[in-house]
């Protein structure tokens, strides 16, 4: 399989770009989902005061989103609730914000950060038979679990979820790991508390009970970023990496971000996109201004979930 599958379908995990080059041959690779967006301008509230005049007078967000929540988390260890859109409790697909779990599963074992994967066939086969978003990764080349995580969070490589889920799960087959690392999925879920999340997906394609709601999601987020790797990953627009090639050469990958917040919103951290033709558009978000960081999630959302993030976090920072 030597080039890049475009599904017609939308991408279910709404990956813009990746780029891989080897020895500066670059194959340029476009996948599809959430459309790309031209650079603004200038950063979304720029005239913070007119911003905060508007929104103080309001009791609510000026936004559309049910499937919504704001939470403060003042230094990052606390956590108090902001904002619930109508349906922030309600279960719903959320797409590839799945990933933030997935993320936080690997980190419980950062002394694994870099030993290497071998890619296999199979992860490539995973996202062309599925329409997932890819990072296009090589087959027989090796990446740590480190790459993988920028991989799988910067463009939102499907390939480089199946990667991590398949090594660190337990079991004799490819099978039977996922379905270990997705119970261990399950169980951190529970442990955090999100009551109305369930995974049955390593990376946000659902067979049939891949769902969260708003709420846990904000504060799943919330707890993924008091992770230093896991901040460090998801606030980059873009990523370079190189590893070596199955025909011992050096593999130059290029992977770009997602999340149109993290050059259009002052102070935006991240964190993770997520997108379906079932599921719409889903956005966990976050962003600092004077030492306030706000986290909030949109679930099943339309395109216009980074413009309705905005304007929540603008609320947030106005009271």
Request: glycine share 10%; proline share 3%.
């Amino acid at each position: 399989m030597g080039s890049h599958a475009r599904p017609n379908r939308l991408h279910r995990t709404g990956a813009r770009f990746a780029t891989v080059a080897l020895f500066g041959a670059v194959l340029p690779i476009t996948a599809g989902g959430i459309a790309q967006a031209a650079t603004p301008a200038a950063t979304h509230s720029a005239n913070q005061d007119e911003g905060a005049s508007a929104a103080t007078t309001q009791d609510v967000p000026d936004s559309a989103a049910e499937h919504a929540y704001l939470l403060d988390a003042r230094d990052g260890s606390q956590e108090r609730e902001m904002w619930a859109g109508a349906k922030a409790d309600e279960s719903v697909s959320m797409a590839s914000t799945t990933k933030i779990m997935t993320a936080v599963v690997v980190l419980k074992h950062p002394e694994w950060l870099d030993r290497q994967i071998t890619v296999k066939q199979e992860y490539r086969d995973y996202v062309q038979e599925n329409g997932a978003s890819t990072a296009d990764l090589q087959t027989g080349d090796k990446l740590t679990a480190r790459q993988l995580l920028h991989a799988m969070l910067i463009p939102s490589g499907g390939d480089a979820a199946m990667a991590l889920a398949d090594n660190y799960g337990v079991g004799n087959t490819t099978e039977a790991r996922i379905a270990d690392f997705v119970s261990q999925m399950n169980a951190e879920a529970a442990q955090l508390g999100m009551t109305g999340t369930h995974f049955d997906s390593f990376d946000g394609i659902s067979h049939g009970d891949n769902r969260s709601t708003a709420r846990d999601l904000a504060k799943l987020g919330q707890r993924a970023l008091l992770q230093p790797v896991f901040a460090d990953v998801v606030k980059l627009k873009k990523y370079e990496a190189e590893a070596p090639a199955a025909n011992g050469r050096t593999r130059y990958y290029t992977w770009e971000t997602t999340n149109d917040l993290l050059s259009s919103y002052d102070g935006a951290l991240g964190v993770k996109t997520g997108s379906g033709e079932e599921a719409g558009y889903s956005l966990v978000f976050a962003a600092k201004r004077d030492n306030r960081t706000l986290v909030g999630a949109i679930v099943g959302a339309d395109k216009e979930v980074f413009g309705d993030a905005a304007k929540v976090l603008d609320w947030g920072f106005a009271h």
